[in-house]
């Protein structure tokens, strides 16, 4: 009975309009957009509440040290500039890692690079065969003379694939790009390492300081303790 029930066409219901005279106001609003305005209104409403009650029940000798180091610019709690966060000791331990990891990089793309080399080099430059014949007369080695050079010319006509000449190109255009990227790490971790070097309390000397002038800056440790 209940398969015959479903099986008769019923009347689609649908939502009413907004009427002609409340058309100025828009869309009217159905239950389902009801729903989703109610619960937006009730979260921010249970976090307002929430709010109040840990205001109400505050510790007014509560203190921490965040306190002091944030100041309030148009109702946001700015934290001070942390610029000496880390000490020397640390700020040398991270200048080192990240010294440590270029070093790594450098030398992963310098064996690349002497690998792509040497595969290219070896597709490039065929070894030549060279045969020693041995003929027993004239005659013999005009044919054997006319075999070489047909073979010869044979070879250099001879068309390459396409695909192998595709990746050739594409070897070659990885390799200067590796080439190139060699280089820049290189560039980098001398920089790196020559910051690293002039850290501490040092300052650069005059001219007239210098016992043998040069263009290069130089630089003067002040002498510490050591314990």
């Known amino acids: 009975m209940s398969s015959l029930r479903n099986a008769i066409s019923r009347r689609a219901h649908k939502e009413r309009a907004q009427p002609s005279s409340r058309k100025k106001f828009g869309l009217l609003e159905k239950h389902k957009d009801y729903v989703v305005r ?19 029940f505050r510790n007014p000798d509560e203190f921490y040290f965040q306190m002091i180091k944030t100041r309030t610019v148009d109702g946001v709690h700015k934290p001070e500039n942390q610029a000496n966060k880390y000490s020397q000791e640390e700020l040398m331990l991270m200048k080192t890692q990240d010294i440590g990891y ?4 450098l030398q ?14 070896s597709v490039d430059n065929h070894p030549s065969n060279r045969h020693i014949y041995y003929a027993e007369d004239r005659e013999e080695a005009r044919e054997l ?24 190109a594409t070897s070659y255009r990885e390799l200067e790009a ?10 980098l971790y001398m920089e790196m390492s020559l910051k690293k070097e002039l850290q501490g309390r040092k300052r650069k000397l005059r001219e007239d300081e ?18």
């Open 108 to 121: 992963s793309e310098r064996k690349k690079v002497e690998k792509l080399t040497a595969v290219l080099h």
């Open 102 to 105: 270029i070093l790594q990089k």
């Open 145 to 168: 003379q006319s075999q070489a050079l047909e073979s010869k010319v044979t070879l250099l006509s001879g068309d390459i694939p396409d695909h192998i000449k595709r990746k050739t």
């Open 38 to 56: 109610a619960k937006a209104f009730h979260k921010k409403e249970e976090t307002l509440r929430k709010l109040k009650e840990k205001a109400a």
């Open 178 to 187: 590796r080439k190139s990227r060699v280089n820049q790490l290189e560039k």
């Open 210 to 227: 210098l016992t043998c002038p040069t263009s290069k800056p130089v630089y003067k440790w002040r002498s510490e303790r050591k314990r």
